[in-house]
């Protein structure tokens, strides 16, 4: 079985500052992890993808997420939000094609 | 290239009435997921289709829920009949490579 926790449930930050939302997992085999975000009333959209390769990966947006195996983590970072970043950020773990996502974190930027 | 299409967006219905949602994925994806997303939850999967078998269904309510995938391409999830609980989005990915990429959902509400 495999899971995911997202700690922080909601993050407010201000207009220019850095972001981190956290990502942990547990899974007994190899994954493959993704971040996804959601704006209201939408669908998910793709943030950024692990498969393999550099721990570091990039995304759109300006995100960015580093694949931690030790800590069994992939914590979401951003230098400096906008206030478009406004949403809601899954975290999601799969394997064997199965996607088990993380409870989500709403992410608030104040202006 | 057109993403994964879904409709409808909303539907209202009274509870004990039957409802359907549609899914058409993207072009050559042979991979499709139905998924339920409770309000301030991540999607939780219902449904696996590789082409027009149902690969993986364990998650799926079978007293009142079915789904099918037609010819391996469009797939139609149904409720019948509905419960309150089942207010939710339902939401249609299709899958290329292991990534996932999702419809905008339909929205149900059960009154």
């Known amino acids: 079985a495999q899971s995911v926790t997202q700690l922080d449930s909601q993050v407010p930050v201000f207009e220019e500052a850095p972001v981190e939302l956290r990502c942990n997992y547990s899974s007994s085999v190899s994954v493959y992890l993704f971040w996804y975000v959601q704006y209201p009333n939408q669908g998910l959209q793709l943030l950024l993808k692990y498969l393999s390769g550099s721990t570091l990966v990039k995304g759109i947006n300006g995100f960015e997420a580093e694949f931690n195996k030790s800590q069994t983590s992939f914590h979401l970072r951003k230098p400096s939000v906008h206030i478009s970043d406004t949403a809601e950020y899954f975290c999601a773990v799969s394997s064997n094609e199965k996607l088990t996502f993380g409870t989500g974190t709403r992410l608030t930027i104040i202006p | ?111």
């Open chain 2, 1 to 111: 290239e057109a993403g994964v299409v879904q409709s409808p967006r909303y539907k209202i219905i009274e509870k004990k009435q039957p409802v359907a949602f549609w899914c058409n994925p993207i072009s050559g994806h042979n991979t499709l997921y139905w998924y339920r997303q409770n309000l301030g939850q991540g999607p939780e999967l219902l449904i696996r289709y590789e082409n027009e078998e149902a690969v993986d269904d364990s998650q799926l309510p079978k007293d009142r829920f079915s789904a099918e995938r037609l010819k391996g391409v469009d797939s139609t999830l149904k409720i019948q009949p509905a419960e309150l609980g089942d207010s939710a989005v339902y939401l249609c990915a299709s899958s290329l490579n292991y990534i996932q990429y999702f419809g905008a959902g339909t929205r149900l509400s059960v009154l």
